[in-house]
């Protein structure tokens, strides 16, 4: 990784630990809670004045939002780079399908239990992974959780009888309360339960990283021996950084389910992982609205892309051709435009124009 | 605090603006029809035009639309031009869920046609139930789509898995008696319903292998077909899988009878696949078919769709799905016809539900208010000399234990103007 982008997540770690010592301080937890609730209002505001497609798009930026902050803690706080975060995903995905075809599906606490199952699950997996991971650095830890973004997708092809094979499994959902109405839309209700979570993770991290535990991530991945001298056990803040960041990627595998109704290997595989990656160094990995960024790329690059596409218009042969390609493409662009302009991503950009 | 607090308002304007430029596109509330005005008919499907499965089926749908420009040049249906929207969701059953809410919610399609694969539709078909959406034509052989009772507006366009393998094992029977005979199939609806069609006319097959398509190794199956001494092998495999098979046998030494379906069965392809080798590895080659062949220029169907793709898809090469795609578009304009001037969604599912649809196909479409599958059966074909031909007549079949019938060649020809009528 580019160099310039983690002294830039360096500087923005240590501006935000001098916000903590400032004597301006009121309770963090509260702080974020008004934060959230402000947030929270405005968006379910929004969503009433959007269109399902919209809402469903906005649910699909709430899934990515339970992802991208707990990479960023990761990455940007802890100093881990995960390539596998994709199959984590996939780890809290298939639970969910599971046990909503095991329960049926139909009464209202369904949908919790199975979206706590996935990220139960998530959590183990990344705990195994987080220990093997904890001795490894750089371009070898790269390399192990590359080996898991490849090879968790095959387990649900060579455990066809239980996972579905490559078709995947498709499960029912309820639909959204009726209390709601009986016209309330489908989009709508699944743009909430994703907000919902994306907003749990937010709030919950927020105050991790504001915590000593965020403080000992810091610790850890600015000098190893020196945060060992100092008491903290290295090994220890690793897993664990590595196991809050597994939870967030259960949760938005989970609520990845619960957008398509369906989980199927293709949809978990290595280019996700992947994407992550791009998304939290696009959207910059200096604090957790970077997430935001990331998230909103994540979602915007086809139409725009599509988009782009149309304003070309270079006839049918060309275009065909460019129809998969040109998206990554646009996202590979906007990368470079972003690392050279904003090394601190989308998130240090916006702030620095705001600044002025 | 007060800074952290204008940072969170500002963020959360941020998402309201983005949310909020994008209000709900108006048109809607005029029409009654979703996708329909008095000059255009909007219609949307989802293909891989990118991916594992782009190959070959990427070509189908930009034969569909140029079929729809032709018709449009000629002044549409119902002096209705139909606006084809082809999005891109390279197989992968988590983007066909994305992009067909893009074309029903956003665009408000009025129908989806020929949507392809079956991990990819299966996993739409209750969102296509639950807002009505007409669901014509879907590309695939697959019993999960022809359930009128389950899912009213969805209508399968291919053969079905078990009436082809019921003809290609009646041709094993008559061509090959006493040979033994082995299966090798997909792990996944297409190969189950092919073992359930071969099985139903042959009796227990001697060995039933099975490949998953992520898995581009195929060694430890043939090998087990060989050690068995399977003499006439029946393939339920995707067109790469064809390929990887017949040349995994050619690297073991292993000479057997192939009898592929029409899915994996496509020539041009399986040539492109197998490379210079491929005359000698394909000689003898059977597998079926249910349109005529594009290779066949004494054919008036086969000479009309060239004469569109020359004209209206850039020339583009000529070839099996090139002709599916522009069969597609003949059977959907069919259907738009017999629907009337006063095109609702109702009244397009009556009409399909009529049948009696005449087109490019060897055999009659099977459409009825019981049935939604497609075609009633296939005509065998035989590559000799590097040369794919039908032999015999069509033969017709059902689903379950019925027998497999010949089915007198059709001699049907298209309309002069190439534009079906009601």
């Known amino acids: ?356 | 605090m007060l800074r952290s607090l204008w940072r969170g308002v500002a963020v959360a304007a941020a998402l309201a603006v983005v949310a909020a430029c994008s209000e709900d596109s108006p048109g809607g509330s005029g029409a009654a029809v979703p996708g329909v005005t008095d000059t255009t008919i909007v219609v949307g499907t989802h293909q891989p035009l990118t991916g594992r499965a782009a190959a070959g089926y990427s070509k189908i749908s930009a034969a569909t639309k140029a079929y729809f420009e032709y018709v449009n040049s000629k002044g549409g249906v119902h002096g209705r031009k139909i606006e084809y929207k082809v999005v891109d969701d390279a197989y992968d059953p988590a983007k066909t869920q994305q992009v067909v809410r893009q074309l029903v919610l956003q665009d408000k399609v009025f129908a989806i046609l020929n949507g392809l694969g079956t991990p990819t539709h299966s996993g739409v078909l209750d969102f296509l139930k639950t807002n009505k959406v007409p669901d014509l034509f879907v590309s695939s052989g697959s019993a999960l789509f022809n359930q009128p009772s389950k899912y009213p507006d969805t209508f399968g366009f291919n053969v079905d898995y078990v009436t082809e393998a019921k003809v290609l094992a009646n041709y094993v029977k008559k061509t090959f008696p006493g040979r033994k005979v082995c299966f090798f199939g997909q792990n996944d609806d297409f190969g189950a319903d092919a073992l359930r069609g071969v099985e139903t006319v042959l009796g227990p097959v001697a060995v039933s292998q099975k490949y998953v398509p992520t898995n581009p190794n195929v060694a430890p199956q043939v090998g087990a077909l060989k050690a068995a001494g399977c003499q006439v092998n029946v393939l339920a495999t995707i067109t790469p899988f064809t390929a990887l098979t017949i040349g995994t046998a050619a690297k073991l030494g292993y000479r057997a009878q192939w009898v592929g379906s029409s899915v994996g069965g496509d020539f041009t392809g399986l040539s492109a696949l197998l490379g210079k080798p491929a005359g000698v590895l394909l000689e003898g080659y059977v597998t079926s078919g249910y349109l005529p062949s594009p290779l066949d220029d004494a054919n008036p169907w086969t000479k009309l769709f060239k004469d569109v793709n020359a004209k209206f898809n850039g020339n583009a090469t000529f070839e099996v799905n090139t002709l599916f795609g522009m069969a597609v578009g003949y059977t959907f304009v069919q259907a738009l016809q017999a629907a009337g001037e006063d095109l609702t969604r109702e009244s397009l599912i009556s009409a399909v539900e009529k049948g009696g649809f005449a087109g490019p196909s060897l055999v009659p479409m099977r459409y009825g208010k019981d049935d939604h599958s497609g075609f009633s059966g296939t005509q065998i074909s035989v590559i000799r000399g590097g040369k794919q031909a039908f032999v015999d007549t069509p033969y017709v079949t059902d689903t379950g234990n019925g027998p497999v019938e010949p089915h007198p060649a059709d001699a049907s020809v298209p309309p002069a103007d190439g534009i079906p009528t009601a």
């Open chain 1, 1 to 356: 990784m580019d160099s310039r982008v983690i002294d830039e997540a360096r500087a923005g770690g240590a501006r935000r630990a001098s916000e903590v010592s400032s004597p301006r301080r009121v309770n963090t937890l509260l702080r974020h809670l008004v934060i959230a609730v402000v947030v929270g209002v405005v968006v379910v505001c929004a969503t009433y004045q959007i269109s399902p497609f919209r809402n469903y798009q906005l649910a699909t930026v709430a899934a990515y939002l339970c992802v991208l902050p707990g990479l960023i803690v990761l990455t940007g706080f802890n100093g881990q780079i995960s390539l596998g975060h994709g199959a984590l995903m996939a780890a809290g995905a298939y639970p969910v399908a599971l046990s909503q075809n095991l329960l049926g599906g139909d009464a209202w606490w369904h949908l919790p239990v199975s979206i706590l199952a996935g990220v139960v699950v998530a959590v183990l997996v990344g705990a195994v992974i987080g220990v093997a991971a904890a001795r490894l650095h750089g371009p070898y830890l790269a390399g192990a959780t590359l080996a898991v973004a490849v090879s968790v997708p095959a387990v649900a092809t060579t455990f066809d009888g239980v996972f579905g094979g490559d078709a995947g499994l498709s499960f029912a959902l309820a639909p959204a309360p009726s209390s709601l109405g009986a016209y309330f839309p489908f989009e709508r209700w699944q743009a909430w339960v994703a907000l919902l979570g994306a907003g749990i993770v937010m709030l919950l991290l927020a105050n991790l990283v504001r915590s000593r535990y965020g403080r000992t991530f810091r610790a850890v991945r600015d000098d190893e021996v020196a945060a060992a001298l100092a008491g903290i056990h290295v090994g220890r803040a690793r897993v664990l950084a590595f196991v809050v960041s597994a939870a967030g990627a259960g949760l938005g595998g989970a609520m990845f389910a619960v957008l398509a109704q369906s989980v199927s290997p293709g949809a978990y595989g290595l280019t996700l992982s992947l994407n992550l990656v791009l998304a939290v160094v696009l959207g910059g990995l200096g604090g957790l609205r970077g997430a935001v960024w990331g998230a909103v790329a994540l979602v915007a690059l086809q139409p725009v892309a599509d988009a782009a596409t149309g304003w070309l218009d270079l006839g049918a042969a060309a275009s065909q051709r460019l129809e998969g390609t040109l998206p990554l493409a646009v996202f590979g662009l906007a990368l470079i435009v972003v690392m050279t302009t904003a090394p601190g991503g989308l998130d240090a950009l916006v702030t620095r124009i705001l600044r002025r």
